[in-house]
């Protein structure tokens, strides 16, 4: 009983730290002078979180299991009763059941959407409510599935939009990082000479003291760092920790049926939303899914085979960025080892020019011949 105690205690003396340091940052005005201060509480603040996360793992056993599948991943995030399962329904085939009260979604509801030849995995995940992050309300597994998706599509009501903000700041929590680019930051830690930094841009969110301070909260004394971004000190902490998810988000308002025109105005307004709908009444469906399509970043392949024309009928679905070996693995596990070269008409240089670089990047509505040893 008296071990229960002392851990309960430990974990009330952690949060109350946690509670402590996040008010002298919000308290603390940011400045030159201030920002040295501020970036070592977040320091600080960032390893007793680290701590409280630790401590408070669930149990073995416990989450969603969700089996990734198609040429993409969306994940639904929003409050009870935005209409999640309205939404999936109209993008999709799954029936997800739908209720005018809260949390009728009580397990992950998968569906697929079928747009321009592109298989897209949609779920719909149990309402995240205050406190996810921390485990309210089962949110830590509805957020853990947000990690593993390729795209998060926040769904809001229209009448509060202030739940934008609740839901950022819980997917943050939850060390997911929402339209950020991965901070070009490298840190190897060596084993004497101290803190050596250098920057090839300027510097004017965070200064080297600094980063040599928050460094030293991590316990790393000795390391050479290349800073290549204007970062700040988040940033710098995410770098470190090495733990965070970045992912592309759509922001949608739903619901614009039932507002007046200045509820919605308002609305917009306050959120800056990418596109407002009625998943109730099918406003807006169609441009969201060419939304969804875009944000994903799916490019469309067309393959051709030797003096044959190319089936330009059904493309071959990738993402931006893909090379010729993706496209290789994607066909065939052994089309790698036995690739000769590729005829690529598109993005080429000209009409047909043979590649014979696997690494060769591939662009939207190139036709590629392969040719196999």
Not at 90 to 99: E, F, I
Not at 324 to 340: A, G, I, P, S, Y
Request: glycine residues 8%.
């Amino acid at each position: 009983m008296e071990g229960l105690n002392a851990k309960a205690e430990k974990k009330d003396t952690v949060s109350e730290k946690i509670r402590e340091l996040e008010e002298r940052i919000s308290k603390t005005k940011y400045n030159k002078k201030t920002q040295h201060a501020i970036g070592l509480y977040k320091a600080q603040l960032a390893k007793l979180k680290e701590k409280q996360r630790a401590r408070s793992g669930g149990k073995k056993g416990e989450g969603y299991a969700v089996r990734k599948t198609g040429d993409g991943t969306v994940v639904l995030l929003g409050f009870p009763s935005v209409g999640k399962s309205t939404l999936l329904n109209a993008l999709t085939n799954a029936n997800s059941p739908v209720g005018t009260y809260a949390f009728t979604t009580l397990t992950v509801i998968p569906g697929i959407l079928d747009y321009k030849f592109a298989k897209i995995q949609i779920l719909d995940v149990p309402g995240v409510v205050y406190g996810a992050a921390a485990g309210t309300g089962r949110g830590k597994e509805v957020l853990a599935i947000i990690r593993n998706a390729d795209l998060i599509l926040f769904l809001i009501d229209v009448f509060h939009p202030e739940h934008y903000q609740v839901l950022k700041k819980e997917a943050y929590d939850a060390d997911v990082r929402i339209n950020q680019n991965i901070p070009d930051v490298k840190i190897v830690k060596t084993a004497r000479g101290g803190i050596n930094i250098g920057a090839t841009v300027k510097l004017t969110r965070i200064d080297k003291k600094t980063i040599e301070g928050i460094l030293k909260e991590f316990k790393i004394a000795n390391a050479n760092v290349v800073v290549r971004d204007d970062i700040n000190a988040d940033q710098l902490i995410d770098v470190i920790e090495g733990n965070k998810v970045y992912l592309p988000a759509i922001v949608v308002l739903n619901k614009i049926d039932m507002a007046e025109k200045d509820e919605l105005n308002k609305a917009r307004n306050k959120i800056k939303p990418d596109i407002c709908i009625s998943a109730e009444k099918n406003m807006g469906i169609e441009e969201l899914k060419e939304l969804i399509y875009k944000k994903l970043k799916i490019i469309s392949i067309y393959l051709k085979e030797f003096n044959k024309k190319a089936d330009m009928d059904e493309p071959l679905i990738m993402w931006e960025g893909a090379t010729l070996r993706d496209l290789c693995l994607k066909l065939h596990k052994d089309f790698v080892d036995k690739f000769k070269f590729a005829r690529i008409w598109g993005s080429s240089r000209y009409p047909g020019q043979m590649i014979v670089k696997l690494g060769y990047v591939l662009q939207d509505k190139d036709i590629i011949e392969l040719r196999m040893k």
